[in-house]
Structure formats: structure tokens, C-alpha cells
């Protein structure tokens, strides 16, 4: 038999980039999975905890809630003056997961509300800023960001409900597993990505960092109508974002009737309904338009909200979870798009950061504390009553589904 002719050195070279390619993807793709699953280990269910077993009030809940928002809005002066400044992305990250692990591993063991919030407020500004410097890392080595990151962001996701529904089957098969153990699970996860981090490619610190303040060169845009009124709309909405992350592991447990080892799984629902929706959401941009879009996005939050202050029938109230989906998808991401359409070049970057900002900062951090109150001040019997809890961003987000509706107006992008 003929041995076959040597391929020449031009298809070796192609061959050789395109195995090149797909290993940075699976090695930035499992760096998503597990920065993503260190968050989804704790975050969905966390209250549960501080509920059942710490005994904090629903103020004390916000407070703790709350550390992320806070730390999200100083994550730019750490991720940009520090990490970008003076470390190697993947060092930085190695070094922070790696406290971080061993600060969450402390958190499954404090019993108390003090020595947790001020714990969770230093492991917040520890993993905040790897949020930024897991992306930009990505985009430093992709050859063509803008098609390859979605689908890498996308194993981010996918980690969050994977590690949901894994720790949700622990508590149901393991009687002696407590919920708060998802602080140790998260912890191991973090110290497995330190240890990971260290194979990342390396991405050298920049030469000049970034100006954290940069956000305020897009204040400008505020003086154009649909801008700022997707900008104040999307603070008010995130307001109540809080009523969702904050309290629905209570409200599943205790007002639905799902067992500790179920509400895991069920809040993983949002995810992958978001998942979904994503993959519909430039179909719908197209068919829809804009403002439509973002609009149908808005009044799914009333909609989900009044499902849950109704409370049952239960098969209804998981489904409403799907809603989610179009909840972040149509309203939170078509606003990034619509933000990138109409923002100037110098200040597309700015403008996104303001928005952000604006919701997962701000509008996130007042948000927890509003929901803290609302569960302390509403309650019957001793525990909290989430008719009456949830029909506070039922009203509020109605209010601005309407005031978007009258007051966006569709427009072609780049009209600015």
C-alpha cells in the first residue's frame, strides 16, 4: 500500500492554529464554568441559610446581599488600577480565587452576623473584579472576539446550573448536608479555579490602566430622551431585582413548599429559559424592534411578580420561573445593544459602564435593602408575607413597563 503524500507546510501551519484554536476555547470555556459556578454555588440559595440557620432578620439579609453591589461598583478602580496595572490577569486571578476559597470556607463556618457581613464583604471585593478580568482576558486572546466570546460566556451559565442541580441532589440524597454547605462547595470550586488559573495563557498587565471614572464621559448622553429613559428605567427595575435573588430561595421553601434540596434546581430555571431567550433575542430585535422588544421585557417582571404574590398553584409558580429569561434577556442585554447602537464610538465603553453601574451597582445595592425591609415589615404569623412582599415590584415594575411604553420612542440606531 502507498503511504500518502506529506501534506504541505501551508495545511500543516492551518491545522496547527485551528488545534491551537479550539484548545484556548475549552480553556477559556472551563475557566467560565467555574468562575460562574463559584457564584451560582452560593447565590441562589445563600438566603436560605441566613434565614433557617443564622436567624437574620430580612434588613440583615439585605445588608449581606448587598456587599456584591457595593463591590461591583468599586471592581473598576481594583480590576483597572490594580490587576490591570501591576499583575498578569491569570496571577491575579490565581491569588484572589484563592483567598477567596479560603474566606468562603470561613463562611460556612460563622454562625453570627457580624463576623459573616464584614467576611463576605472582603470575599465580594475579591471576586467582583474577576468578573471584568475573566472577559478581558478572554478577549486579550481571541483573534475575533466579537463572534467567539458568546459562545465561550456561555459555559459561564451553564457552570451556575450545573452546580445548582448538583448541590440540590447532595442535599436531597445526603440527609446529614446542610444548605449552608454550598459556602464550602463554592470555596472548593474557588480554590480549583486558583490552581487553574495558573495554566491560563498569560496576559501581561497593561501599560496604561483604564480610568475608572470613565463611566462619567457618557453622562452626555442623558440629554438624549430614549437614553435616559432606558437609563432611569433600568435603575428602577434593578431595584427589584433584589425581590428575585434575595428572597426567592425563602419564598420557595417557605411559602411554596419546596423542600431545601429542590429550590437549587427550580431557581436554575431562570438560567436556562435566559439561555434560550438569547438565542431568540436577535430574531426578535429584527421582527420586533427595539422599543417593542425592551418593552415586552419590562412587563414580564409584573407579570412574574404577580405569580408569585399569588403563590400557587405551585406548578404555576415554578413555570413562572422561565419568565426570567425573557425578564434579563429582552430588557438587560437588547438595552446593551440598544446602549452600543447609539453611543459614539469614544464613549461606547463609558456608556456601557454607566448603565452597569447604574443597575447592578446601584440600583442592586438599594434594591437589597428594600427587600430586607419589605420582608421584615410584612409578615404574619412570624414569617414573612409574600403576598403582600411581592406585590411591591408587581407595582413598581408595572409602573415602569407604562412610563417606557410613553416614553421611548423607536428610533434607527446611530441616530445619535
Known amino acids: 500500500m502507498q503511504d500518502k503524500e506529506p501534506k504541505p507546510a501551508g495545511a500543516d501551519a492551518v491545522a496547527q492554529r485551528q488545534e491551537d484554536g479550539f484548545k484556548l476555547h475549552l480553556k477559556l470555556s472551563f475557566m467560565m464554568f467555574l468562575q460562574y459556578a463559584i457564584w451560582g454555588a452560593w447565590a441562589p440559595i445563600l438566603a436560605m441559610h441566613l434565614n433557617n440557620n443564622l436567624k437574620l432578620t430580612g434588613l440583615q439579609i439585605g445588608y449581606v446581599f448587598m456587599t456584591m453591589p457595593i463591590a461591583s461598583i468599586l471592581s473598576p478602580f481594583i480590576a483597572g488600577q490594580i490587576a490591570d496595572r501591576y499583575f498578569s490577569t491569570e496571577r491575579f486571578l490565581a491569588l484572589v480565587h484563592f483567598i477567596g476559597g479560603l474566606l468562603l470556607f470561613a463562611m460556612a463556618r460563622i454562625n453570627s452576623y457580624g463576623p459573616f457581613l464584614w467576611v463576605m464583604a472582603v470575599y465580594a471585593l475579591l471576586y467582583a473584579p474577576t468578573v471584568a478580568l475573566t472577559n478581558s482576558l478572554s478577549f486579550h486572546h481571541l483573534k475575533d472576539p466579537e463572534r467567539e466570546f458568546g459562545g465561550i460566556r456561555l459555559w459561564g451559565t451553564i457552570g451556575w446550573i450545573v452546580i445548582g442541580w448538583i448541590f ?5 440524597l445526603w440527609s446529614g448536608l ?3 454547605e454550598c459556602l464550602t462547595v463554592a470555596g472548593g470550586i474557588s480554590i480549583l479555579l486558583a490552581l487553574y488559573s495558573l495554566t491560563l495563557p498569560h496576559t501581561p498587565p497593561s501599560k496604561k490602566a483604564e480610568n475608572p471614572l470613565a463611566f462619567l464621559e457618557a453622562l452626555r448622553m442623558l440629554r438624549h430622551r430614549n437614553f435616559a429613559v432606558l437609563f432611569f428605567i433600568s435603575f428602577f427595575v434593578a431595584t427589584e431585582l433584589a425581590f428575585y435573588y434575595q428572597l426567592s430561595a425563602i419564598f420557595f421553601q417557605q411559602s411554596v413548599g419546596l423542600a431545601e434540596s429542590a429550590v437549587g434546581p427550580v431557581m436554575t430555571i431562570g438560567q436556562i429559559a435566559e439561555v434560550l431567550v438569547l438565542a431568540a433575542l436577535p430574531f426578535a430585535l429584527k421582527n420586533l424592534g427595539m422599543r417593542n422588544t425592551i418593552a415586552i421585557g419590562i412587563a414580564a417582571w409584573p407579570i412574574r411578580y404577580f405569580i408569585f404574590s399569588l403563590g400557587k398553584p405551585m406548578w404555576l409558580v415554578i ?8 425578564c434579563y434577556a429582552f430588557f438587560f442585554v437588547a438595552g446593551q445593544v440598544y446602549t452600543n447602537s447609539v453611543a459614539t464610538d469614544d464613549i461606547r465603553a463609558s456608556a456601557q459602564s454607566l448603565i452597569t453601574i447604574a443597575t447592578s451597582g446601584v440600583g442592586m445595592l438599594l434594591g437589597n435593602i428594600f427587600a430586607g425591609w419589605a420582608m421584615d415589615f410584612f409578615r404574619v404569623g412570624g414569617q414573612p408575607d409574600f403576598h403582600k412582599i411581592y406585590l411591591i415590584p408587581v407595582a413598581i415594575t408595572f409602573a415602569c413597563a407604562v412610563a ?11 441616530a445619535h
Open 178 to 180: 446542610s444548605v449552608g
Open 319 to 326: 413555570a413562572a420561573q422561565a419568565l426570567h429569561g425573557i
Open 404 to 414: 417606557f411604553i410613553i416614553g421611548f420612542k423607536e428610533e434607527k440606531a446611530g
Open 168 to 172: 440540590g441532589l447532595s442535599l436531597k
